[in-house]
């Protein structure tokens, strides 16, 4: 079990106070880490913070906007200055708006009604710039602290859409217009494996490892018929809870998985098995 203990390593997790991010907070606190919980929005940051605080492990929440350069280098400044290092990046921040539609509309991404032919311009290039331009930033800068200290955890996370095509029947309701997955969340997380597995060969012989995870469909009160839709599409049959991705993070960020770099582990109730 020394192989999960996560004691003195410091982790930032981005989108630290949105359902899974807040859960990856929890873990890594649990196992030992002292925990950045980085957002968006500083006031839930820090009402997530407040809630997972355990023992003499601490978090901090910090305000960043990944789409901005200068706020990400601000982000890993102050986790040095506060830490002196920074071993574990979690790149949990995304838009998503059936995901977490709160998060979409303060950012001005509301679910846009319409498929692909009529999907507005700045709906696409502000998904880009969180989903994927958000996670070259971030990894960008937290490479720079890890070559210095010769070593680094970095995970990526995708999606089942990264590897397969959103099933737009499952998100046909009665009696409701027709809602689509947006075009942009698949783009973008298929973008993250191929930036997973450029920076894992990049970082070879750098002692820096960097894997993707991919999970499937994530219950946060969706609508009841959503969710028979989409578990009869999942071998488990039925939607993830919101905990059943932390023992794959802890995996990915520890050293149980030393020798792993340049995957993608996917938890999706087997959804790409058939």
Request: proline share 4%; hydrophobic share 45%.
């Amino acid at each position: 079990m020394s192989l999960f203990d996560l004691h003195d390593r410091v982790a930032i997790v981005t989108g630290g106070a949105g359902l899974l991010g807040s859960e990856f907070c929890r873990t890594l606190v649990e196992a030992g880490a002292e925990v950045v919980l980085a957002d968006i929005d500083q006031e839930a940051a820090e009402a997530a913070a407040d809630r997972l605080i355990t023992g003499t492990n601490r978090i901090s929440p910090i305000a960043v906007d990944v789409t901005d350069p200068d706020s990400v280098e601000g982000l890993i400044k102050d986790t040095r200055k506060r830490y002196g290092q920074l071993d574990i990046l979690v790149n949990s921040a995304a838009l998503n708006p059936k995901f977490d539609p709160f998060r979409s509309q303060t950012v001005g991404l509301d679910a846009v009604p319409g498929g692909f032919e009529d999907f507005p311009l700045d709906a696409w290039n502000q998904a880009l710039a969180v989903n994927l331009t958000g996670v070259f930033l971030c990894c960008q800068a937290a490479a720079r602290v890890m070559l210095g200290l010769g070593r680094g955890v970095i995970v990526n996370l995708s999606s089942i859409y990264g590897l397969a095509g959103p099933d737009q029947r499952i998100y046909q309701l009665e009696g409701k217009s027709p809602q689509f997955k947006p075009v942009y969340y698949s783009v973008t997380k298929s973008g993250i494996l191929g930036l997973t597995r450029y920076l894992a060969t990049y970082f070879a012989g750098k002692n820096i490892r960097v894997n993707a995870l991919s999970p499937g469909g994530v219950f946060n009160n969706h609508e009841d018929e959503f969710v028979r839709n989409y578990s009869a599409r999942a071998v488990l049959g039925r939607m993830a809870e919101k905990d059943e991705l932390n023992g794959a993070l802890l995996f990915l960020v520890s050293d149980a998985s030393q020798y792993m770099t340049g995957a993608n582990l996917v938890v999706d109730g087997g959804w790409t098995a058939w």
